[in-house]
């Protein structure tokens, strides 16, 4: 059984930061992506960033000069670290495995994990 368990979200200040992890157990990525995404309450699941088996990455445009995404193939395991976070990063953050390409679509990852709140007072 597949599983993706991400870990590290919580509450924290404006201008913190917070590394979270995600571990895969089940099966190997080695030749696929990983990737995080972010959901709030009402809107629809946003793209945030992935990392092919190339090392290649990809983040959504805004993010990429606070969030850096890395992983540990040893490991299983993508990491997202999230820098001068802001109140509006709150948001649920899903770890996703499995994609091949269109990296940006949600559709085009087979795992999940369950998510990790992480919540950003002003």
């Known amino acids: 059984q597949v599983q993706l368990v991400e870990s590290g979200g919580g509450l924290v200040q404006a201008g913190a930061s917070l590394r979270l992890s995600c571990a895969a157990s089940?099966?190997?990525?080695?030749?696929?992506?990983m990737g995080w995404w972010r959901q709030v309450p009402g809107k629809e699941r946003e793209f945030v960033a992935a990392i092919r088996s190339s090392g290649r990455i990809y983040y959504k445009d805004s993010l990429s000069d606070r969030f850096t995404i890395s992983r540990d193939y040893a490991k299983n395991t993508v990491y997202l670290q999230m820098n001068s976070l802001k109140p509006e990063d709150t948001a649920v953050y899903y770890c996703?495995?499995?994609?091949?390409?269109?990296?940006?679509?949600?559709?085009?990852?087979?795992?999940w994990g369950q998510g990790t709140q992480v919540t950003v007072s002003s």
């Open positions: 089940g099966r190997t990525f080695s030749s696929e992506a």
């Open positions: 996703a495995a499995g994609a091949q390409d269109r990296y940006y679509s949600d559709y085009k990852y087979d795992y």
